[in-house]
């Protein structure tokens, strides 16, 4: 398969925040050939990056092909048959420019990085494939908030794209999440490593505050009966590790559990991968993000929109609930765009469209070829006129419940 991966200078920068920059450098990664009709641009989550398989890539840790099992030869994604683009958003850090990034005096941004918006990410691929000579796209797949940045797409380019696939992710998140995500960020501005932002020359970065942020995020990332089927209230083995963090006084009389010890390994991990300013960008975008902003409402944000769209949800997810898709499919459906909006049985909470493949892949792929005709496609309309209530019924799943 062929592959490329590059940074492209965009030049000037305008934001939706009215910031510029005189620089904006997008990295990315490309795999398969390009047709002239066949690109399909895939969007990342929050802390994903452009290596969305596997081939070739320089990034590290968990951001290094999330996507390996959707994406490559004969897979859903196949790449035999698209040319698939994926680029780092701006306010990352995976080689797009961002708060760690420096200025054209060779000064790092730190907070002087505009505030990003998902607008501003959906712009940035733009004239990213602007510059790779890719016009009207095949399709945009994303999932989490990268299902918020495809559906983005359908909105400010209603022409530029065949189909939109948006998985695990809704028009706006709810107040729960908001909150769950100011505190994460309250977590790295109150960390003293922090320091206004200004950390980068220094020895110390808030590591405290973002493992704390990150441990906020990941419990979102699962669900009540993922956690307790994973962990239970088991103690954590003899030799695994304690956190860094000060203990309390009772520590050592109480059991370190095994969520602890999970949570404190994931947070661990994290802080040698991410960094805090670049967190705290990126939450800002997508708690930003409202599909219906500048329209009457959902409806009206997509009623230009000339493709066919995927809505993927998962039951278990209590960050984008199967209820917000079924609302934002009620959308498309008044705009008279065709939608289907399917429901994949899971336990695994949000994080379900990264380990679960094997139902991920198969609508995918036929949505990708069919549209919403696809043999393995199935919408909750059709269900709900099957009878009575229909096969499916929504689950609202939120913090506190299954
Ligand atoms: C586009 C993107 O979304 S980007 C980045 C990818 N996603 C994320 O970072 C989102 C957050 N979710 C995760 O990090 C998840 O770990 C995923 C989605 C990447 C993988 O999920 P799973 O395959 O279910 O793995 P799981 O969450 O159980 O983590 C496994 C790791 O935890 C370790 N672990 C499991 N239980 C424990 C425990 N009790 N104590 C300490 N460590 C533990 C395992 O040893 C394993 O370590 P390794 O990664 O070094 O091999
Ligand atoms: N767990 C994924 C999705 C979050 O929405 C990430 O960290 O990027």
């Known amino acids: 398969m062929k592959t490329d ?17 005189e620089n904006l ?13 066949n690109a399909v641009l895939i969007c990342h989550a929050l802390t994903g990056s452009q ?15 999330w996507w390996n099992d959707i994406v490559g030869p004969g897979k859903a994604i196949d790449t035999n048959d698209y040319y698939v683009v994926c680029a780092n958003v701006p306010g990352s850090c995976y080689g797009t420019t961002g708060p760690a990034s420096e200025d054209p005096e060779g000064e790092v941004y730190g907070t002087d990085f505009p505030p990003v918006t998902v607008a501003d990410w959906t ?55 908001l909150a769950l995500d100011a505190i994460a960020r309250r977590a790295i501005t109150t960390d003293p490593h922090w320091n206004g932002g200004e950390y980068y020359d220094r020895d110390e970065a808030p590591t405290d505050g973002l493992a704390l942020a990150r441990q906020i ?10 956690m307790e089927g994973k962990f239970g209230r088991r103690a954590a083995g003899r030799d695994a590790r304690r956190d860094s963090f000060p203990s309390d006084p009772a520590a050592a009389f109480f059991p370190y559990r095994d969520v602890e010890s999970y949570l404190d390994y994931q947070a661990e991990k994290f802080v040698d991968r991410f960094d805090a300013n670049s967190y705290l960008y990126l939450t800002r975008a997508m708690d930003d993000y409202d599909l219906a902003e500048g329209y009457e409402d959902d409806a ?11 809505l993927l949800s998962f039951t278990g997810d209590w960050h984008f609930t199967t209820e917000q898709s079924e609302t934002l499919a009620a959308a498309f459906r008044e705009a008279g765009a065709p939608v289907a909006h399917h429901v994949i049985e899971s336990d ?3 994080d379900a469209f990264l380990v679960e493949p094997e139902k991920v892949g198969p609508p995918l792929r036929d949505f990708l070829d069919s549209g919403v005709e696809g043999r393995a496609v199935h919408d909750t309309d059709a269900d709900a006129d099957s009878g009575p209530g229909g096969d499916f019924a929504p689950v609202h799943a939120s913090l506190f419940s299954q």
Request: glycine letters at 14%; charged letters at 25%; a negative charge.
């Open 5 to 21: 991966s590059g940074t492209v200078d965009l030049g000037r920068f305008d934001f939706a925040s009215g910031d510029e920059i």
């Open 25 to 37: 450098e997008v990295a990315y990664e490309t795999y398969g050939e390009f047709d002239g009709d």
């Open 51 to 65: 290596n969305v398989a596997g081939y070739g890539s320089e990034t590290t840790g968990q951001a290094r092909a």
């Open 123 to 177: 712009r940035s691929q733009r004239l990213l494939l602007d510059e790779l000579g890719v016009g009207r796209l095949h399709a945009v797949v994303g999932g989490s908030v990268g299902g918020m940045n495809a559906l983005d797409w359908a909105k400010r380019y209603p022409d530029d794209a065949r189909y939109v696939v948006s998985v695990a992710a809704a028009a706006r998140l709810d107040a729960q999440c």
């Open 217 to 226: 995020g990941h419990v979102m990332y699962l669900s009540k009966a993922s």
């Open 300 to 310: 009206q944000a997509v009623a230009a929109f000339e493709g066919e769209a995927l």
């Open 348 to 350: 695994h909470g949000h």
